[in-house]
């Protein structure tokens, strides 16, 4: 923890650098969403080395197409981990990936990261991980599945054998959950 | 409003922010939002929510990783390495315009001191013209001088020309000028560096005569002049048996005034 100190910009304010393309804004952008975006990106893509490369990949898009993100339309967070995810996905779904057989057998995967590695130890988000604790086990599958493995509700659906209504449901009531024990 | 909540209840928000939804439905939900505080609140509930979900989940990165991608963003506008590069510029210019300055200074210097030398140079010039001038007078001067002097030792060398020394009468007994004549050339030349002649005012002048057979003729007028080295040519005479000088009135008279003869002689 003893590391250098992290840059930290509202919103408003990290949007503003964005769009000047300041590096101040790089910096406050990787120290404030590089955990984050790399949480996902690593459940998808198991390979450390591989991750990593998504994770630089990632950065590199935000950056460069940030004037197609409109604070109009939602969440600057929303629109990065949108493009990570979708980078990730293509980096699974690339056929010199599949070579390597780098892939794992997606039910063990999220439990697998959360053994292989040691999540940074933080204070702040020992309340925010006792409550997505909280989540039944359906809850936490359906979301782990469409947001940290990248499955629509339509591959989700055909996944765990489950209708798309339901589907729909399950998840807008995990989510519901979330937003009850996060508020 | 029953069909806003029907719309928040069947999940298409929180596949529309988890981006799992066909671009129709995308514009169907942005429309909505639009038009729906309600559906604009709840699609920010499920964002932020699912951002915490996130955190929660969140696996930080080799330390490693950050200069990597710090170093893969190119920065266009103000940062910390272009002040760096400005600062590296500044001495680069700072010369370059003092050298204007001094290349302007050097200039106006050279500009002041070359005007100073022209005008110099114009006034030598304008002396060394005059000098020209009067050199050129007095080549002339000598010129005509030496061509005089030429004409006057023709005159001496020449053995057609006889000698003739007029003497005063009682009128001038110191007066005296000698004549030069050649018959043979019809030439007269009066001598004016021997000539002992009163000097005239400036009504009268001397005019020479000769005598021949009895009757006078005119050979000009002169002036007395002492400080003259000249021969001077005057009109020209075959015969002559004297030759004589009266004082008449300025530019000659047809006869001679007898009573005013200075000098006269004989052959």
Redesign the interface.
Known sequence: MS?RHKISLSEEELIAALG?????A??AL??MY???????I??IVIDTATA?DV??DT??KI?NSFASYSAD???L??WM??IA??LAIDKIRSKDFKNQNKNQELENNVTF?DEK?N??Y?PE?LG??D??EKLKPEQKSI?EL???KGY??VEAADELGIPLGTI??R??MA?VQ??KN?N | MEEVKAYIESGILELYVLGDVTPAERLEVEAMAVKYTAVKDELAAIEKSLELYAKANEIAPADTQREIILNRLDYVLVNEQSYKNEAKVLPLVKPQSNFYKYAFAASLALLIASVIALLNVYGRLKETTNLVASLQNQNHEIASTVSLKDGEIEVLRDPSFKLLKLQGTQKSPAAAITVAWSPVKKKVWIDMATAKMPSNDKEHQYQLWALVAGKPVDLGVFDSDTTSKDMKEMKSITLADAFAVTLEKRGGSPTPSMDEMMVIGKF
């Open positions: 590391r000047k393309r300041e590096k101040i790089a910096e990787y120290d590089s955990a984050s975006l790399f949480g996902v690593s459940r990593e994770l630089q950065f590199v950056w339309k939602g969440r967070f929303t981990v949108n995810r979708n990261i590695r999540t940074v933080n988000l925010i991980k409550l997505v979301l469409v947001y940290f629509t509700h729909k449901t998840l807008r989510i979330l937003r996060f």
